[in-house]
């Protein structure tokens, strides 16, 4: 009778623990991002589907979240049917009244493999064919939905659909039955039909969606309220995004992403800034990282260089590996996708790119020599590390890295990724340099840059180097036993006190009428690992048993006052 | 070409001020809740629909926003509607095939009118129809569907029509074509079913929707981690909820609910804590608040007194009215709604109720002396308000009313009311005492206590009443301007000492080459109302421009320090 409890799959409650715990990540990188200069927007969970739909690849549109429209939604889902299969069978019939000739092999594969029901409906208006075709056509889909219905009546199903396929008389039914079951047939035709309309179908029973990134909304935003924000505009969003991702350990379905961008500058000491950011909250964290840089102008120079700008995702794939397959294993991945071996030649350097960060830029800046753009990569990327190298940094360490390539279609300058030295575990932060991220609402050539901090796997990061000792747990300090009624009053009395100093504390709310509910009491306060418990007040005396040292004191107000406060 | 960026109806974006100023008031309650010893959780935006549905109501149900399944969501609709067609045909087939006997009228009528598929189905099945009859069905609902097709056509579509209602030849179509168009119309027949089966079809579209309150989640929560809680479990929880209301002034499809709640004790204590918390949180906001106290079994006492407990609400909705229609106005209303001049008799010590809450609790001791559940209700009562006054309150006062209503089939114990004093705007807090929350997830007879405050509401309040005011906006203190690139360095490096120390500050990134863009980072630094800005650096000596007194200052490293933290 009861409902099993339960939460979607790849979603998350959090304890106490564990929301401070977040908290305190959320609180350490907020204070930096606000120190140096950003400023908190929130935007709405859901936005309009227009607005995110088609921002990230084909891919990201099956991930995003769609909102089923509220009220009466399939009156609109029914008025499409409607006309659709109005649209499909009135074509069906002006056809073959009209046309005698019509490719049957043809017209049969594209309905049973086309995905396009575009490209479909275009063969169907472009196909000459018969009545007879139509027939075969209608039971050939009229057994595919058949075979999908379920096993029950199978006998009865069977003997319809040899009736239909045969046309034979179905047991003692007239002419008007038959009408009936060649419909059913039509139907199926139709619903079939129709699976291949799910895009078009979304857009009438869905118009909004849950935030996949913060970006977007950023984008979004900047361009709605471009009358009420001065650029250069930095602004800070920590809020959730809702993926539709297959969950596995340590990815989920709602997980909060917390961003800083800069738009409206060009200017390289953003990213100078943005380093020294990266470099001020994972050393307050206490996590020692590497941030690795990159420049979207070397790619495209090495893109240059090889001839072979389509290759560029192959080639940085394969150099990436250089540390597990060596030199010979990257060429021969190279060669195999088709990058040639003069190509290869040229970048050769790239394989023993060693040293300094600003021996690195050496080497890069004569490789690239050839190649404008890739010289002027070279050029950005060595104020940035100039730039920081003099400010110093707290605790990370800079790397250049010409394997780099995160959001190779959406960077165009600058790109960083950071990783903890002393756990494995991927990126805990990345971001870079994009020109035109508002053109597609409306204002061109915005240039912006950003960085983003991955709250769960920097919570993963804490938790496995122990980094979370110094996180107060919000519980209360102080318990107050509750053995007899009396003493309530002189307990909420001096909690009021306590409350009043910023002392976190409770009262027991049942008094206890046994020994065994008195232990109760007792183990809730150790079970919650309570500091302070007070069993007892008399004459303006408090019966306080501290947990941490075990010793059980008598407390004057002040005294109870002065221990809670100090501990 | 460019969209035209916006968000749904009913959201909402907020500029980094209005962050501030609800992150404000966020911390304002959290500070409180947990000195009250309330631990913080967090619950997943969505919950899986069967946790939610059920749980609100019919409106509720209808008002909750529900996520498309992600995938191939049509399989599972395409299946469920070759199904239900399946069985529907199969199921006028088989009934057709054996029965002659049949109440046309009846049947096309509950058809036509029926807006319950449930009920439409067993009327299929119960009743006894011919071949005939369905015929006419489909032609009727044919009609009805074509109707709202599109209007090109329009000729064609009657001719089909036409032919398909008189059974006669359409031009020039075979056999097979005639039957084609049957099953056009027996589709639409199916089409037009499948409106009333919404229902139904949500539950293979949808398996997922947002969270709608947070004491349903609550709920879940407890029973879900029941081995890991201890009870009493005090839990707060600051979430955004969704709602696909109507939007209007102070109404939002997205909003942030406040709720602090204790499940596993009934004792009386609890609901003076939580009149104590409120009265603490307001008090800190500045807001004077009257909290209205009334409590579920006084109203029982009433419905007893009275003889009609049907018809309580529509008692204290004409009781409410006192002030505005007096008490005739009270009395007719109530013998409008059939309640007996003899019951209003018994009960008319309610019209007179006044005095201070104690002189009201001895009127209604007497009133309900009669009713044990209602003489319960006033000594639980007594006890709240005693205990309250004897612990005093802060800024807030505690008024019993009777006529306090609120979730009356939901609270079973106390019931909670705010109200600012000074601005007219409904309640801005409210909550009670349940019995048996978590007894839908099989945790029965767990009683629970709990508030709730109103975050948009509180922000108007505070907006109106002018107590923003101490809201620290979250924009940097100092701005260097950037007139040159020599003094870029010492720009960051100053910076990097200024955030050590705590001090927002920011470099406008891009370096001026003329009076123009000089005067442009002079305005950006007005506009955003920054208090110190630094437009040189000679020396070590900052020409820094304090715009709170207007005065320029040359102030050394030490100076500049001093000037930013006391401000």
Redesign the interface.
Known sequence: M???????RG??????TE??KR?YIFNTIQR?F????F??????????S??LMGKYGEEGD??I????N??????KI??V???F??DY??L??SN??DQKDFDKEKFLNDFKESKNSDLLLKNISNSKFS??N??NI?DENFFN??S???KR?KE??IEIIKYHRGFEKF????E?????????????T???L??YR?QK??KN????A?RYDLTVPFA??V???RN?I?L?F??YQMQ?V?R?DKPQRGRYR?FYQCDAD?VG???L??E??FV?LYD?IFSDLGIATTIKLNNRKILSGIAEIIGASDKLIDFTVALDKLDKIGEQGVIKEMLSKEISEEAIEKVKPLFTLSGTNQEKLEQLKVMLSESDEGTQGVSDLQFIVE?VE??GLQSAEISIDVTLARGLNYYTGAIFEVAANDVELGSIGGGGRYDDLT????WKDLSGIGISFGLDRIYLVLEELDLFEKVTL???KVLFL?FDEQT??AS??TM?IL?DH??????????ANSNKKEKKQWK?AF??EIEFIVSAIENKIYTVKNTNTGVQERYNLEELLKAAQNS
């Open positions: 009861a409902q099993k409890p339960g939460i979607p979603t998350r409650d959090f304890s106490p929301v401070a908290t930096s606000e120190l140096y200069g400023q908190p927007i929130e935007t709405p969970s859901f936005e309009n227009s607005t099956r991930l979240f769609k909102i089923l509220s009220g009466d939604y399939l009156k029914t008025d049917v409607i006309k299969y109005y069978f009135f069906v019939i073959f009244v009545g007879e139509i027939k209608v939905a058949a999908v219905v379920q009546n009865k199903l047991n003692g039914l007239s008007n039955e038959n009408q009936i079951l060649v419909g059913f047939a039509v139907d199926a139709g619903i079939w129709l699976r799910q179908l979304d029973i869905s118009e909004k849950l979004r935003y361009v709605q309220h009420e001065e250069p930095k602004r959730p809702w539709a709602e800069v500058s060009t200017s000491l953003q100078v800034e020294q001020a730039n003099e400010l053109g597609i609402f409306g919000p519980k209360p509750n309530q009053l909420l009395k009021k409350r910023n002392i976190k504390c409770e009262l027991y709310p049942d008094t809730y079970n919650r």
